[in-house]
């Protein structure tokens, strides 16, 4: 934990809105390096601000520690990466300790807000428990500025959960991918708890839900590969839920980048939502939150499966080991006239909220270059793990 800003934060707050960074919904790829950056924030479990005590910490860090240190490392992370997408992943607010939810969102989107740049959020299991229903916080979320946020798609009506939606980010304005969506992210409501007497735990992406994307995926995918100068394959996706597949299960430290320290508390049930990715094609990594000190990526049939780690303090974690926000920067290729192609590599990394943003793990999610080399295949005994469930009701 680092935080000398506490004092500073509407001087930061100022130099923050000086950001030259378009106020527009369209998202596109920097000019200037071919880069978009998406800053990942999981789990800030904002209570009431200042008098929200931290979880989890060191004990000479107890009485100074608060939600605004969780605000502090949001306006830190900005200033370090400043980047073009800033991704809520749900658990926002911990409904149980914040006594107005839309109190609570204003404060813990505040370092967005006031950033200028576009932010998007979803939906964790704590988020409805104060005093605004599930619908309710979404709707409240989707009304805030500078945020991308959406409720639902306007032609599914009966779509299950709220904040199921996609964003495109378009090509080099000027380029010959401009008006086409070079990179395609989805974000998805995974629920809260079970609504089925007859299973126990937490919720899973639905199969309203996964015929949304499913046709999402397509109708992208054509659009992308109609007349596109010889585009043969997809445009890469991203996906952004807040539990864990059961999938996340089929990972140790020989297989991934970071650290497991505790188990994949998943749905106690299989919705097939990672089928249902794979066989649409276009998503190379997807990013959850929820296990709070777990923040690996693994690659599992071509799809990176990832989490952010935890980044709240008001949020359970591990005394002495920093919380973490996961940074993904894609990047296109140069063409042969000097401008900018279609998406070239996909990276990661993640910042520790210590006194130096220290990064680490670094990996390349996907590359052009390598998407069309046969890559290792688990085995079907792999495949089939049984997830390890654990924090059914702490997470």
């Not at 009485?63 to 991704?87: G, Q, W």
């Not at 190379?284 to 939150?289: D, L, N, R, S, V």
Request: aromatic fraction near 10%.
């Amino acid at each position: 934990m680092y935080s000398p800003y506490s004092t500073k934060l509407l001087l930061i707050f100022v130099i923050l809105s000086l950001f030259e960074v378009s106020k527009s919904s369209e998202l596109r790829f920097d000019r200037k390096n071919g880069e978009f950056r998406i800053l990942q924030v999981a789990d800030m479990h904002y209570g009431d601000g200042k008098t929200t005590p931290c979880e989890d910490v060191l004990p000479e860090q107890m009485h100074s520690c608060s939600d605004l240190n969780t605000t502090d490392f949001v306006i830190r992370m900005i200033r370090a990466e400043k980047p073009h997408l800033i991704v809520f992943t749900g658990d926002n607010i911990y409904g149980f300790d914040a006594k107005d939810a839309a109190k609570s969102m204003d404060s813990a989107f505040a370092p967005a807000i006031s950033s200028n740049i576009p932010w998007a959020a979803i939906l964790g299991n704590h988020d409805q428990e104060s005093t605004l229903t599930r619908e309710g916080v979404m709707k409240h979320t989707v009304g805030m500025k500078n945020t991308l946020s959406q409720l639902n798609p306007p032609d599914i009506p009966d779509i299950d959960g709220f904040g199921n939606y996609n964003l495109e980010v378009h090509g080099i304005e000027g380029s010959e991918l401009a008006n086409k969506s070079v990179l395609n992210l989805y974000f998805l409501d995974s629920g809260d708890y079970s609504t089925v007497q007859s299973i126990p735990g937490y919720g899973w992406i639905k199969a309203s839900q996964q015929f949304w994307f499913q046709r999402t995926s397509k109708k992208l995918k054509k659009a992308y590969t109609q007349n596109s100068n010889g585009m043969k394959a997809p445009a890469p996706g991203l996906a952004y839920f807040h539990i864990p597949l059961p999938e996340y299960a089929n990972f140790d430290s020989s297989n991934f980048t970071g650290v497991r320290q505790e188990g994949i508390s998943s749905a106690s049930i299989n919705s097939g939502f990672f089928t249902t990715m794979v066989e649409a094609g276009d998503v190379k990594a997807a990013f959850a939150g929820h296990d709070h000190i777990n923040d690996f990526c693994g690659k599992l049939m071509n799809i990176n499966l990832c989490y952010a780690g935890g980044f709240g303090y008001h949020a359970y974690g591990k005394a002495g080991w920093s919380r973490r926000a996961r940074m993904v920067v894609a990047s296109l290729e140069k063409t042969g006239k000097g401008g900018w192609g279609a998406v070239n590599s996909i990276k990661t990394w993640k910042r520790l909220d210590d006194e130096h943003l220290t990064t680490i793990d670094t990996q390349v999610l996907w590359s052009k270059r390598s998407a069309g080399k046969v890559l290792k295949m688990c085995s079907q005994k792999e495949a089939y793990r049984p997830p390890v469930k654990s924090h059914i009701t702490d997470a």
